[in-house]
């Protein structure tokens, strides 16, 4: 199978913009989750999808927004963009829930530069 | 929520002996501990998981022990090679959050 991916890997915006990011899953999962990783953070849960639901979320502004397609593909939008969210931004799928239902797989990941 | 803390934050170790890496966890019904893998650049990989009703798990040069009680779990690597050098990451997953917390990774080295 083929495994996560995610587009695009780089991106360079300016403070203020917008900018979506997405991600596919692997073929069956339905779960997909996002997290935020930076060296001064490490990795943040910011939230999680499953059939189109968001079922939880991490503790991030309401500038950072997702959503799932029928097709499980997950978008993750951040909005009004600052500096400090640049950061690599990993999705990861899952069969279920993300725990012992289903263990947790990552893409290659989303490197955001805010400038 | 759960709090996820590992120790130590960088491991350098001679390329044949072992490491061992330290986590602590919080919430008591977490039930799911994996650990992943970074090498730089590269997307976390997965490498081995543990459940809560499980104390010790192998896997050819890499094992993790959970101590429910005391709420910690360590990862082994014996015979460490210079391609086991990377960042590791423990996690801990609680059901009734469904969500995964890590700890805040452990970058290890291994001299030749």
């Known amino acids: 199978k083929a495994g996560v991916t995610q587009t695009p890997r780089y991106l360079i915006k300016t403070r203020g913009q917008q900018v979506t990011l997405s991600c596919s899953p692997i073929s069956g999962h339905r779960s997909v989750s996002w997290y935020q990783q930076t060296p001064g953070q490490g990795l943040q849960f910011l939230f999680e999808y499953f059939s189109e639901t968001q079922r939880n979320k991490g503790n991030f502004p309401g500038r950072f927004s997702g959503r799932q397609f029928s097709n499980s593909r997950s978008e993750m939008n951040v909005s009004t963009l600052e500096l400090g969210d640049s950061a690599l931004y990993l999705c990861?799928?899952?069969?279920?829930?993300?725990?012992?239902?289903?263990?947790?797989?990552f893409g290659p990941g989303t490197r955001l530069l805010v400038l | 929520g759960e709090n996820v803390e590992q120790h130590p934050s960088t491991l350098s170790v001679q390329e044949g002996d072992s490491a061992v890496i330290k986590c602590t966890y919080s919430d008591s019904a977490s039930n799911y501990f994996p650990w992943y893998k970074q090498e730089l650049g590269k997307r976390p990989q997965l490498i081995i998981d543990i459940r809560s009703n499980v104390g010790e798990k192998k896997d050819q040069r890499i094992a993790v022990t959970l101590n429910k009680t005391a709420k910690h779990f360590s990862l082994h690597i014996t015979e460490t090679q210079p391609e086991d050098s990377a960042v590791y990451f423990c996690?801990?997953?609680?059901?009734?959050?469904?969500?995964?917390?890590f700890g805040s990774g452990t970058q290890l080295t291994v001299l030749p």
């Open positions: 996690a801990a997953f609680a059901g009734s959050a469904r969500q995964l917390t």
């Open positions: 990861a799928s899952s069969q279920g829930t993300g725990g012992p239902e289903g263990t947790q797989y």
